[in-house]
T-cell receptor
């Protein structure tokens, strides 16, 4: 089944404790993105990647890192999480010219 | 970057009625306008999209219209059904990164009352 998977689905952590949210797609898509969803703000793009080893900042990149060492994986790294990064995170992938396929989401709480 | 505004934030309709959600965008260079549906506990899913060289597109009960001069586009759902209840997001993208770099509206929670 074609899909985007994210892990973990739920995470509660404390301020300053480094964490990684994994994202993997099995559709051989070149493009991958990370978004955060907050009430009243919609989805905002954090980072995107147009291919292996090619990443670029989206609208809200501060406090996040990404890497794209393999085509199928695009992990999101929070090196020192803060409470304002409490949010619902979505990974997405696409061929680049149309539909983005979204993962099921990761709900992160930073205490 | 692009700024997309979406209205209304909530919308309730009786089953069988039509629903209309409207979005405006700020950057005249935007050329791709998708609409996503998000059901509870799931990621957004594309339901229809339109490109700037087209004024209207239909897919069964769903249609999207685009007015490039006014910089606004709308989603129309006819003969609504309870399973249409969800949050709907409009989005816009600008070349050259195009559809990979989407700017989303703030969402509309649609409730279809049986």
């Amino acid at each position: 089944e074609a899909q985007v998977t994210q892990n973990p689905r739920y995470l509660i952590t404390v301020t300053g404790k480094k964490l990684t949210v994994t994202c993997s797609q099995n559709m051989n898509h070149e493009y991958m993105s990370w978004y955060r969803q907050d009430p009243g703000l919609g989805l905002r793009q954090i980072y995107y990647s147009m291919n292996v080893e090619v990443t670029d900042k989206g609208d809200v990149p501060e406090g996040y890192k990404v890497s794209r060492k393999e085509k199928r994986n695009f992990p999101l790294i929070l090196e020192s999480p803060s409470p304002n990064q409490t949010s619902l995170y979505f990974c997405a992938s696409s061929w680049g010219s149309g539909e983005q396929f979204f993962g099921p989401g990761t709900r992160l709480t930073v205490l | 970057g692009e700024n997309v505004e979406q209205h209304p934030s909530t919308l309730s309709v009786q089953e069988g009625d039509s629903a209309v959600i409207k979005c405006t965008y700020s950057d005249s260079a935007s050329n791709y306008f998708p609409w996503y549906k998000q059901e509870l506990g799931k990621g957004p899913q594309l339901i229809i999209d339109i490109r700037s060289n087209v004024g209207e597109k239909k897919d069964q009960r769903i249609a999207v219209t685009l007015n490039k001069t006014a910089k606004h586009f709308s989603l129309h759902i006819t003969e609504t059904q309870p399973e249409d209840s969800a949050v709907y997001f409009c989005a816009a993208s600008i070349p050259p990164t195009g559809a990979n770099n989407l700017f989303f509206g703030t969402g509309t929670r649609l409730t279809v009352i049986p």
